[in-house]
């Protein structure tokens, strides 16, 4: 579905009003833009004091609530990045904190009011499903074991109030979001270009992915399909694995790629979040394919030519 069609479809599902929690992300960002060029009037919320911005602080419990009673749909994109650090206790708690905390916050407040919105788009991970070979896992397939997993379960779960009062809600387990301007590609642009990158670990883990035109026209999809609810696995329909991604980008950049990053270094410098990187899971789109959503890139090829310049 590409952004002229979910355009209309915001118009003819008479959205004029969201509220986009996590608005100042990488993905939040391009989301607001996209919507706001739709005609639609966007309310961001931060926790940190922002001219133009509502306020919310899931630690202390407080959130501007009239914003919300305006809404048409609420979409919460809030969380720290997973990648970022090295996962110690402290950071893990953050991790934690950022999403389900702030969940559980604002599907309890758009539980009470007095006019709620009509869904909640709120973002979960590909984390869910853990490490799983080989086999491919769906929207119904059970979570995987560990940290992500785990934190993914209670993310999902603290929406709970908002589904209880009616609230139609919808769940996209995002994969990995390709953009030149941040997330990983971002990260592994530099490195290539040099002729320094390479697989990582075997090479023979997953990677979903979705590109971020994809990514914003999905959410939007979302915002207006009255018959998707609950979990959407937001995901390329190509299954990639990292030896494939490795070759398609060292391919676009017009580079060498022979520079593997071992498996037991990734451990031994990140722990449990070096782990993380070495194993995946092949998540389809079968929800995305079932409803008849468009993707605009695919393919790996066709996404890194048209992001990468």
Same mark, same amino acid.
């Given at each position: 579905?590409?952004?002229?069609?979910?355009?209309?479809? $915001?118009?003819?599902?008479?959205?004029?009003?969201?509220?986009?929690?996590?608005?100042?992300?990488?993905?939040?960002?391009? $989301?607001?833009?996209?919507?706001?060029?739709?005609?639609?009037?966007?309310?961001?919320?931060?926790?940190?004091?922002?001219?133009?911005?509502?306020?919310?602080?899931?630690?202390?419990?407080?959130?501007?609530?009239? /914003?919300?009673?305006?809404?048409?749909? *609420?979409?919460?994109?809030?969380?720290?990045?997973?990648?970022?650090?090295? !996962?110690?206790?402290?950071?893990?708690?953050?991790?934690?904190?950022?999403?389900?905390?702030?969940?559980?916050?604002?599907?309890?407040?758009?539980?009470? $009011?007095?006019?709620? /919105?009509?869904?909640? *788009?709120?973002?979960?991970?590909?984390?869910?499903?853990?490490?799983?070979?080989?086999?491919?896992?769906?929207?119904?397939?059970?979570?995987?074991?560990?940290?992500?997993?785990?934190?993914?379960?209670?993310?999902?779960?603290?929406?709970?109030?908002?589904?209880?009062?009616?609230?139609?809600?919808?769940?996209?387990?995002?994969?990995?979001?390709?953009?030149?301007?941040?997330?990983?590609?971002?990260?592994?642009?530099?490195?290539?270009?040099?002729?320094?990158?390479?697989?990582?670990?075997?090479?023979?883990?997953?990677?979903? !992915?979705?590109?971020?035109?994809?990514?914003?026209?999905?959410?939007?999809?979302?915002?207006?399909?009255?018959?998707?609810?609950? /979990?959407?696995?937001?995901?390329?329909?190509?299954?990639?694995?990292?030896?494939?991604?490795?070759?398609?980008?060292?391919?676009? =950049?017009?580079?060498?790629?022979?520079? /593997? =990053?071992?498996?037991?270094?990734?451990? $031994?410098?990140?722990?449990?979040?070096?782990?993380?990187?070495?194993?995946?899971?092949?998540?389809?789109?079968?929800?995305?394919?079932?409803?008849?959503?468009?993707?605009?890139?695919?393919?790996?090829?066709?996404?890194?030519?048209?992001?990468?310049?």
């Amino acid at each position: 579905m590409s952004f002229e069609t979910t355009s209309n479809s $915001l118009a003819a599902a008479a959205i004029s009003n969201t509220c986009v929690m996590g608005a100042t992300g990488l993905l939040g960002r391009a $989301l607001c833009a996209s919507l706001e060029r739709a005609g639609v009037a966007v309310t961001r919320y931060s926790r940190s004091p922002r001219p133009g911005f509502a306020h919310w602080d899931p630690a202390r419990g407080e959130i501007d609530r009239a /914003p919300l009673e305006r809404a048409d749909i *609420v979409v919460n994109l809030a969380g720290e990045d997973v990648a970022e650090k090295r !996962w110690t206790p402290a950071r893990k708690q953050l991790l934690r904190d950022s999403r389900v905390q702030s969940t559980a916050l604002l599907a309890r407040t758009l539980s009470e $009011l007095s006019d709620p /919105p009509r869904a909640l *788009v709120n973002a979960s991970a590909v984390g869910y499903y853990g490490d799983r070979g080989e086999d491919a896992v769906f929207e119904d397939s059970a979570p995987g074991s560990g940290f992500l997993p785990e934190l993914c379960q209670a993310w999902e779960a603290a929406t709970a109030p908002a589904a209880r009062a009616g609230i139609r809600v919808v769940l996209p387990r995002i994969g990995l979001v390709l953009t030149p301007d941040g997330g990983i590609l971002r990260r592994l642009l530099p490195v290539f270009r040099l002729g320094a990158g390479g697989m990582i670990g075997s090479g023979e883990q997953y990677m979903p !992915w979705i590109a971020m035109p994809d990514a914003v026209s999905l959410l939007r999809f979302l915002m207006v399909a009255t018959d998707v609810r609950g /979990p959407v696995n937001a995901v390329a329909p190509e299954a990639t694995r990292n030896a494939h991604f490795t070759e398609v980008l060292a391919k676009t =950049v017009h580079r060498p790629a022979f520079l /593997p =990053v071992p498996g037991f270094a990734l451990k $031994l410098a990140f722990g449990e979040l070096g782990q993380s990187l070495i194993t995946g899971a092949n998540v389809r789109p079968r929800v995305l394919e079932q409803v008849g959503f468009r993707f605009e890139y695919p393919r790996l090829e066709d996404a890194l030519e048209a992001l990468v310049r």
